[in-house]
């Protein structure tokens, strides 16, 4: 590997020899703060991605476009979704950060290098979540400018037909027979494919098995929110029910404005309610979070209370009360939840996770609001379908996370899932 590197000759090189193995998460910031030593703008390259031929012009371009685009935290080179001939120059923009060949500028650095993952063998999921929280995007190619080939022997990849599923790319300028030239500077469709501004408010949603009901509320949802200062998130927890097809299908144009953000996880086998929201809340944009089932209505007025609310008084957090099918409608901002660590991943049964979440915040100074009662609605059923994605063991009411909840809060544990990762999910790339 040394000798490979110290043959480059296409361009100055310089190698760094570590004496001791670091972790990818430790090498990768020493690399970084070489790179920033000499430069304003680095590429970051991982060992099983493999550029196009016209890669590096395509971070050329970006490198000038973006620099001065402070919403833009980095130049991914990487996209899976096929695209029309007519759009193989187009540029878009979405909230993520994907590490495998990237352009970073040194401001962005700033504030990464000051918060970057403790773990030495891991920084891109930190990273990412870092990106989220502050309402940075990355920029992006519609047609992929690189490919993973990294089948075999990767930390997140569990198997080769898993890698082929989710990071393989057919779709590539690798793999067509591009014409050469600065087209990148001449193109007339440099457009931005979803919009910059991160929103205010995000409507946070989780389902598993519960297709039936986001027919029912998702469709009525986002119709009665057409405010440029929301999203809707949408957390597909290994659902079996073809949600995945039928958020293709239907909300094409939505997916592309950015106003309705889908993400698919094929990880779990049975719903942990906590750890489900946490993941939805940390991929969220929105300055404000709110949680909201699959079974429930959020219409454009309940939307504008809410901004109302939190620009009168930031420091709330609100509850849907009384009703059992609005208590886990909760919202509150951003910041807040991040300090208060979430919601508890120890809670496991189902219930509580929600009530347990306001009492933390409660105690740590939040006001408690209630949710008046004409902003509750919700498709009525029964409690089998609540409980039917849960583990056999798990389908006990809510005495065991009570349990757990009463003595963390006793002991003046307000933080939860403290040195423990939380929120975190292997998204499938689809």
């Known amino acids: 590997m040394l000798a490979l590197a110290q043959g ?23 690399a970084w703060q070489d ?27 970006c490198r000038a476009a973006y620099a001065r685009d402070q919403a833009i935290f980095s130049v991914s ?11 193989y120059y187009r540029i878009g923009r979405r909230s993520r950060y994907t590490c495998w060949l990237v352009g970073l500028w040194s401001d962005r650095w700033l504030w990464a290098r000051d918060d970057w993952n403790p773990d030495p063998k891991r920084y891109a999921c930190h990273l990412a979540d870092r990106v989220k929280a502050r309402g940075l995007q990355e920029v992006h190619p519609l047609l992929s ?28 300028a690798g793999a067509l ?24 408010l995000s409507y946070c949603i989780t389902c598993m098995g519960r297709r039936h009901h986001l ?49 698919r996880t094929q990880e779990p086998r049975y719903y942990h309610s906590a750890h489900a929201k946490n993941t939805v809340h940390r991929l969220a944009r929105g300055e404000i979070l709110c949680n909201l089932d699959a079974d429930n209505f959020a219409g454009r007025e309940f939307t504008e209370y809410l901004l109302r609310a939190f620009s009168a008084q930031p420091d709330l957090i609100i509850q849907g009360t009384g009703d059992r099918g609005v208590i886990g ?10 300090q208060l660590g979430g919601y508890d991943e120890q809670l496991q049964d189902w219930g ?34 609540r409980l039917a994605n849960f583990p056999p063991e798990r389908r006990a009411f809510s005495q065991r996370n009570r349990e757990i909840s009463a003595v963390n809060l006793a002991a003046g544990r307000l933080v939860a899932n403290a040195g423990r990762r939380w929120g975190e999910a292997l998204l499938a790339n689809d």
Do not use: M
């Open 329 to 338: 409608r909760v919202a509150l901002v951003g910041h807040w939840f991040h």
């Open 35 to 61: 790179g920033f030593a000499l430069a304003d703008f680095i590429i970051h390259v991982e060992d099983d991605t493999v550029p196009a031929p016209d890669c590096l012009r395509y971070l050329e371009h």
């Open 77 to 87: 080179t990487y996209h899976r979704e096929p695209c029309a001939p007519a759009d």
């Open 352 to 385: 509580h996770d929600d009530n347990e979440l306001v009492a933390r915040a409660v105690r740590l100074g939040l006001k408690h609001e209630k949710l008046p009662a004409h902003f509750t609605s919700c498709l009525k059923h029964g409690n089998e379908e």
């Open 145 to 172: 400018r690189s490919q993973n080939i990294g089948a075999t022997r990767g930390l997140h990849v569990p198997s080769a037909e898993w890698h082929r599923q989710h990071q393989h790319t057919e779709h590539w």
């Open 177 to 200: 027979n591009l014409p050469s030239g600065p087209y990148f500077e001449a193109a007339p469709a440099l457009e931005v494919v979803s919009g910059a501004t991160a929103p205010r």
């Open 8 to 30: 480059i000759s296409c361009a100055e090189t310089r190698v760094t020899l570590n004496r001791w193995p670091a972790g990818c998460g430790r090498n990768t910031y020493l």
């Open 215 to 263: 027919q029912q509320t998702l469709p009525r949802n986002l119709a009665e929110n057409s405010l440029p200062e929301v999203e809707f998130v949408l957390l597909d927890y290994n659902s079996p029910d073809g949600l995945r097809e039928w958020v293709r299908e239907n909300f094409a144009p939505e997916l592309r404005s950015g106003k309705l953000a889908y993400y």
